[in-house]
C-alpha cells in the first residue's frame, strides 16, 4: 500500500516540477497563433489601403469603404500586438521564477552536500589535526639532521690540509725531476756548504792528471784550427 501512495506521492511531485513548463508551453502556443493572426491582419491592412488607392478618383465610395475597413482591421491589430506583448512578458516572468526556483534548489542540494561532506568536522579538530601534522613535520627535520651526522671521531681539518699539501709537494718534485728543472728552494738546499777547513778534492792524482791532458788536447785542437 504504501508503494502505491508513494508512487501517488512522486507523480504529484514531477506535476508540481512540469507545471512551469507546461504554463510556458500553452502561452508560446497562444503566442505562436497571435502572431500568425498580426501578420494575416497586416495584410489585409495592405490590401485595403492598395484598394482604397486605386479608386480614389473614379470609385470615391469603394475607396471609402476600403478605408473604413482598413480602419477596424487596423484597431484588431493594436490589439492583437497589446496580447503578443502581454504574453511575451508572461512567458519571461514564468521562465525567470523557474529559473530562480531552480537556482534556490541547487543551493540548498549544495548545501546539504557540504553539511554531508563536514560532518561532524569543527574548528577545533581542524586546528589538532594541523599542530599534529607540524609535530610530525618538526620530528621528520630532527631525524634527517640526525642522519646527516657522521659516525664515529670527527677528521681534524687541519690534518687533512697539512696532509693535502704534502701530496701537491710530492707531485711537484716528481714533475721537476721529471723535466730536469729543480724548484730555487732545493738549489739553496743542495748548495754545499761553507766550512772552515780545507777543501778537498774528490778526485785522486791520476784522475786530476787525465783531466789536465784532455784540457790541453782540446785547446791544441783549437789552435790548430
Known amino acids: 500500500m504504501s508503494g502505491v501512495w508513494g508512487w501517488f506521492g512522486g507523480q ?31 495584410n489585409q491592412m495592405d ?26 482591421h487596423e484597431h484588431t491589430l493594436e490589439q492583437t500586438t497589446a496580447q503578443i506583448s502581454t504574453l511575451e512578458q508572461q512567458i519571461y516572468s514564468i521562465e525567470a521564477a523557474n529559473i530562480n526556483r531552480e537556482t534556490l534548489a541547487a543551493m540548498e542540494n549544495a548545501g546539504k552536500a557540504m ?14 589535526t594541523m599542530e599534529k601534522l607540524r609535530e610530525q613535520h618538526a620530528l621528520a627535520d630532527e631525524i634527517s639532521t640526525a642522519l646527516q651526522n657522521p659516525i664515529g671521531e670527527a677528521v681534524d681539518e687541519g690534518e687533512l690540509e697539512d696532509e693535502l699539501e704534502a701530496l701537491e709537494q710530492e707531485q711537484l718534485d716528481d714533475k721537476m725531476l721529471k723535466t730536469g728543472t729543480v724548484p730555487m728552494a732545493d738549489e739553496i ?20 792528471e787525465e783531466d789536465e791532458e784532455e784540457e790541453l788536447r782540446k785547446l791544441q785542437a783549437e789552435m790548430a784550427m
Open 12 to 42: 504529484a511531485a514531477q506535476k508540481k516540477k512540469d507545471s512551469p513548463k507546461n504554463a510556458i508551453l500553452g502561452l508560446r502556443q497562444q503566442l505562436e497563433m497571435l502572431q500568425k493572426r498580426e501578420r494575416h491582419l497586416q
Open 47 to 72: 490590401e485595403q489601403d492598395t484598394i482604397a488607392r486605386k479608386n480614389v478618383s473614379t470609385n470615391k465610395t469603394a475607396a471609402r469603404q476600403a478605408l473604413k475597413r482598413k480602419k477596424q
Open 115 to 128: 553539511s554531508n561532506i563536514h560532518g561532524k568536522l569543527t574548528v577545533d579538530k581542524v586546528d589538532d
Open 189 to 208: 738546499h743542495r748548495l754545499p756548504q761553507v766550512g772552515t777547513g780545507e777543501i778537498k778534492s774528490s778526485k785522486t792524482p791520476v784522475q786530476e
